[in-house]
C-alpha cells in the first residue's frame, strides 16, 4: 500500500522554464511534508519542507504548495538550471510522533535541458 | 563536521548469506534510521534507533535486524539473502527523534547485490 505516490517517473524541462513534480498521500494523518533531492552515489539531501498548517513555503527558487483537501502537494523550481536534474523524492510524515520514520514517494527524474 | 559515513559502499553476495552493513552517524547524532531503497519501491523505511533502544520498525520480514552501540554507530543485519534483498541501503542521522525532520542527514548508501 502505498502511502505517498509520485505518479511521474520522470520529467524533461528547459533550462529557465519552471519544473513541477507533483506528490498525492492518502493517510490523513500525515501533517509534515518533505522534498529530498538525491543525485547519482549519493545519499539524499534535505530541500524544502511544509507543514499541515500552511499551503505554501518558499526557499529561494524552490516553492512547495500544499492543498490538503486534494491530499496533493506539489514542488515548483524557477527557474530550473541543468544543476536540478536529480531524483527527487516526496516524504511525509506525522509530526506528533517522537519518530524520524518517514514514508517515501517512488521519486521522479528531473532532467533540466540545457 | 564529518558526514554520515556507510561502509562497505559495495557488498556482493549469493543468496543464503547473511550480511552486516554498518553506520556511523554524524558527531553528536544519537538517532539512526536505516532505509531500503529499490527501483519500484523508492525509500522504504526499515527501522530507527536512539539510546541503543529501537523506537521504531518498518513492514519488513525477521531476517532484518539491526542494533545501536553506545557510541551511536548502528549496524544492520540480513540473513538468509534473496536475490529481492539487492537493494541500496541508506542510513540517516538526527540529534534525537522527532527533532526537526528536516535535519535528517543521510549517507551514501551501500549498494548490496545478491546473486
Known amino acids: 500500500d502505498q502511502q505517498v505516490k509520485q505518479n511521474s517517473p520522470s520529467l524533461s524541462v528547459q533550462e529557465g522554464r519552471i519544473s513541477i513534480l507533483n506528490c498525492d498521500y492518502t493517510n490523513s494523518m500525515f501533517d509534515y511534508f518533505l522534498w529530498y533531492k538525491k543525485y547519482p552515489a549519493e545519499g539524499p539531501t534535505f530541500l524544502i519542507s511544509i507543514s499541515s498548517i500552511k499551503d505554501k513555503n518558499e526557499d529561494g527558487r524552490f516553492t512547495v504548495f500544499l492543498n490538503k483537501s486534494a491530499k496533493h502537494l506539489s514542488l515548483h523550481i524557477v527557474p530550473s538550471q541543468p544543476g536540478d536534474s536529480a531524483v527527487y523524492f516526496c516524504a511525509a510524515s506525522t509530526y506528533g510522533g517522537a519518530t524520524n520514520k518517514l514514508i517515501f514517494g517512488t521519486g521522479t527524474l528531473l532532467a533540466v535541458q540545457p | 563536521k564529518a558526514g554520515v559515513t556507510q561502509t562497505p559502499r559495495y557488498l556482493i553476495k549469493t543468496r543464503g548469506q547473511q550480511v552486516t552493513l554498518s553506520c556511523s552517524p554524524i558527531s553528536g547524532h544519537r538517532s539512526v534510521s536505516w532505509y531500503q531503497q529499490t527501483p519500484g519501491q523508492g525509500l522504504q523505511f526499515l527501522f530507527e534507533y536512539f539510546s541503543e533502544t529501537q523506537r521504531n520498525k518498518g513492514n519488513f520480514p525477521g531476517r532484518f535486524s539491526g542494533r545501536q552501540f553506545s557510541n551511536s554507530r548502528s549496524e544492520m543485519n540480513v540473513s538468509t539473502l534473496e536475490l529481492g534483498d539487492s537493494a541500496l541501503y541508506l542510513c540517516?542521522?538526527?540529534?534525537?527523534?522527532?527533532?526537526?525532520?528536516?535535519?535528517?542527514?543521510f549517507g551514501s548508501g551501500t549498494q548490496l547485490s545478491v546473486l
Open positions: 540517516a542521522s538526527s540529534r534525537g527523534p522527532g527533532e526537526m525532520r528536516e535535519k535528517l542527514f
